[in-house]
């Protein structure tokens, strides 16, 4: 090397592997002030996997989000995509996220969003495969801010496409989008799940969660409650509803029943919330004139009701 001449700076090298989790989070700890949004969080999702992240709201499922695309630093724990920090999956086009507002001009038209984003990228999908994608190829003309709100989030599903991601983040995806939408939506994202792209999302839609999702988080004051699948998710509500056509029930002989939790009345028909099916059943069919009986377990709703309720 030549006297009084500079060494060349290191190049900053980023290994990410495929063999690595896609997600994985250990202690994420934020707080905001004297609120501890999360709490000693950790996730860890292998590539492949459709995970739904639910809870209610203030759960801490968006600041954990925002922690794990590298939008928000955490206060303690880590955060590593693939094997790499945020940034590192961010800027590889590893990571994509459908958020729930923002990040468009309503000028463009739907068209030119969708070619001025796919600048930022080094190698992506071309734009009329990720418009057909999305759904939204016969509104390429469109402006944007005469899109209803459903065709936004499209549009938004459209750009995260673009780098062809191995790993999707939704927040709230179908927000805004009619039946339809909603079905195609899922059925594009359950497609390219079987491609090999791990999806994590978050939804107020329990029945979006209940059929498209593998697995199931839920989270109360930042902290997982469960994990699971949707079947053992479910397992965790005890308890079986004893459902009859009985008109003028006796709604305190039936509270009274061993196991009876709850009992609800609607119309001619009864509901009886119970962890002793058998003795309800029994009932009904040999002390009352209650027909139509019937036993179902608890749905994916009495579960997050039960498991992240306050009290």
């Not at 690595?20 to 934020?30: H, M, S, Y």
């Not at 003309?141 to 673009?162: E, I, M, N, W, Y």
């Not at 998710?233 to 509270?255: E, F, M, W």
């Amino acid at each position: 090397m030549r006297s009084g001449a500079r060494a060349a700076a290191p190049r900053t090298i980023i290994v990410m592997t495929d063999t690595a989790p896609a997600v994985d989070l250990a202690g994420l700890t934020k707080t905001f002030g004297p609120v501890t949004a999360v709490d000693g969080l950790s996730l860890r999702i292998e590539p492949g996997e459709v995970v739904a992240f639910l809870g209610p709201n203030g759960a801490g499922k968006t600041t954990t989000v925002d922690m794990l695309l590298g939008l928000a630093r955490p206060d303690a724990g880590t955060v590593r995509l693939f094997g790499g920090t945020p940034a590192d999956a961010v800027r590889l086009g590893r990571v994509a996220a459908v958020m729930q507002t923002g990040g468009l001009l309503k000028d463009l038209t739907v068209a030119e969003t969708v070619r001025m984003t796919a600048h930022f990228y080094g190698h992506t999908r071309p734009v009329a495969q990720v418009l057909d994608r999305a759904g939204i190829a016969d509104l390429a003309d469109r402006p944007v801010g005469k899109c209803s709100g459903g065709q936004q989030q499209r549009l938004r599903f459209a750009l995260a496409l673009l780098p062809d991601p191995d790993l999707m983040v939704l927040d709230e995806p179908t927000t805004g989008m009619d039946v339809e939408g909603r079905r195609d939506f899922w059925q594009a994202i359950r497609a390219d799940a079987r491609g090999g792209r791990t999806v994590l999302f978050a939804t107020h839609y329990l029945d979006e969660a209940d059929a498209y999702a593998d697995r199931i988080v839920l989270v109360r004051q930042g902290r997982v409650v469960a994990d699971g699948t949707t079947a053992e998710i479910k397992n965790l509500a005890a308890g079986r509803v004893v459902r009859a056509t009985l008109p003028g029930a006796d709604q305190s002989a039936l509270a009274a029943l061993p196991g009876v939790r709850t009992v609800e009345v609607r119309g001619d028909a009864v509901l009886v919330h119970t962890e002793d099916s058998d003795t309800v059943a029994r009932h009904l069919l040999t002390r009352t004139a209650a027909r139509d009986v019937e036993i179902t377990s608890r749905n994916l709703e009495d579960a997050f009701l039960a498991l992240t309720a306050d009290a």
